[in-house]
């Protein structure tokens, strides 16, 4: 049967959709909000960015043992339902003339709490939602709902925001995550909370970092994500000052040009089943990131002119090659891992890999302004092709297929 017509996965994928949409936009909307409406500092802004990921530090462990205890699909749409309050309170504060950037770093922070809580229940739903065998199947399909709006929501956001102004293009973030809470409540098929004796929150969080790491396969694919997130972290704030500062680009054109790596996930997405099928769902994971990342090496080369395409395309293949092993590693973490242990695992691995992401944005600035950005984009680039050494070093670099059965606890 066609994953579209399973009622459930159909509801997920909208959810998932309309989801993805709100937070693409927020990403050009919030700091627009906070730049011509509050007139904020580029320190401000920057706090902007990096407090939207200081949830991962804070509760990404924990978060894992709270939804064992919970019905995911209710976790999912709370969080849906927090995420458009908290946004609605933007254009709310703003027409009662109180809107200030401590409101708006408050909603950039507890949206950062509220999509945790989402993203370890949204990734433990799926395995119990549609069969082992359609895992990779889904996840590509996800991840391509996850990739059109990486290339259409900043458009969209500019283009929103200059014809209703930034705040009131919050509104459309609203309805984004009403949309994706009210498809959630629609599916039939309800997961349980893992039935367990109730242990201390400090062991249960033991045992998902225990198990992350014994696992020397799921240690490889963890290390390995966490490594080109952290790298990857360290080029996103060198890429615009590329761009701006040292190519004299116009915003239109660093638009464009940014627009390339969204366009690179969805092909990848899109391909990525046929890819996996014929290299291997194991194989393929080391493949895209050999292959595909020593095109980053090419960026810090481009100039201006025609010299913009040593930017463009290497950044279509860099994210080519990152959603192809983003598919391939989610369905193996998801296929490996016992049902009773999938949303501590899914916790720890998200605390280790999105964790980074602050880090490593403080990272990027701080030796963009210490060696300049193309010098910048040089080390992270190079830290990308080197973070498949994780998996090659690992039994994952003799597997054709991923293992068919889960491990056990």
């Not at 929501?153 to 925001?161: D, E, F, V, Y």
């Not at 969805?266 to 391909?271: K, Q, W």
């Not at 279509?316 to 369905?331: E, H, M, P, R, T």
């Not at 984009?377 to 889960?406: D, K, N």
Request: charged share 10%; proline share 6%.
């Amino acid at each position: 049967m066609s994953l579209m017509k399973h009622q459930g996965f159909r509801h997920l994928w909208v959810a998932q959709s309309a989801s993805q949409f709100g937070t693409y936009v927020s990403r050009v909307v919030l700091p627009l909000v906070a730049a011509t409406t509050l007139s904020a500092t580029p320190f401000e802004l920057g706090a902007l960015y990096a407090i939207q990921s200081v949830a991962f530090l804070v509760i990404g462990l924990p978060a894992g043992v709270w939804v064992d205890r919970m019905r995911p699909r209710t976790v999912m749409v709370t969080a849906d339902i927090v995420r458009a309050a908290l946004l609605a309170s933007i254009p709310l504060a703003w027409w009662a003339g109180a809107l200030t950037m401590v409101h708006l770093l408050a909603v950039g922070l507890l949206l950062g709490f509220a999509s945790v809580m989402f993203d370890v229940a949204y990734l433990s739903f799926l395995p119990a939602l549609v069969k082992p065998e359609n895992l990779m199947a889904g996840n590509a399909r996800l991840e391509t709902s996850r990739s059109v709006p990486q290339v259409a929501g900043p458009a969209a956001g500019g283009s929103l925001a200059g014809l209703l102004s930034a705040v009131n293009a919050v509104g459309v973030q609203v309805l984004c995550y009403v949309v994706s809470a009210v498809s959630l409540s629609r599916i039939r098929q309800e997961v349980l909370p893992v039935v367990r004796e109730r242990a201390p929150m400090l062991p249960e969080i033991a045992a998902g970092l225990r198990y992350v790491f014994t696992d020397p396969l799921m240690r490889a694919v963890t290390c390995c994500s966490a490594t080109f997130n952290l790298c990857y972290a360290i080029a996103s704030p060198l890429l615009v000052v590329m761009l701006v500062d040292e190519l004299k680009q116009p915003e239109w054109a660093v638009g464009a040009l940014m627009a390339a790596g969204g366009i690179g996930g969805l092909a990848g997405a899109m391909t990525s089943r046929m890819v996996a099928q014929r290299l291997g769902s194991a194989r393929v994971m080391w493949l895209a990131l050999v292959t595909c990342m020593p095109f980053g090496l090419l960026m810090p080369l481009s100039s201006s002119g025609w010299g913009v395409l040593l930017f463009a395309v290497p950044w279509f293949v860099l994210n080519y090659g990152l959603i192809l092993y983003n598919v391939a590693q989610i369905s193996f973490r998801q296929q490996e891992c016992p049902p009773e242990m999938m949303t501590r695992m899914n916790a720890t691995v998200r605390f280790l890999i999105w964790g980074v992401l602050p880090l490593g944005g403080m990272a990027g600035g701080a030796l963009g302004d210490w060696a300049g950005a193309r010098t910048g984009l040089a080390v992270a680039a190079a830290g990308m092709l080197f973070s498949a050494l994780w998996v090659l070093a690992s039994p994952l670099r003799t597997m054709r297929e991923l293992p068919a059965v889960p491990a056990t606890a």
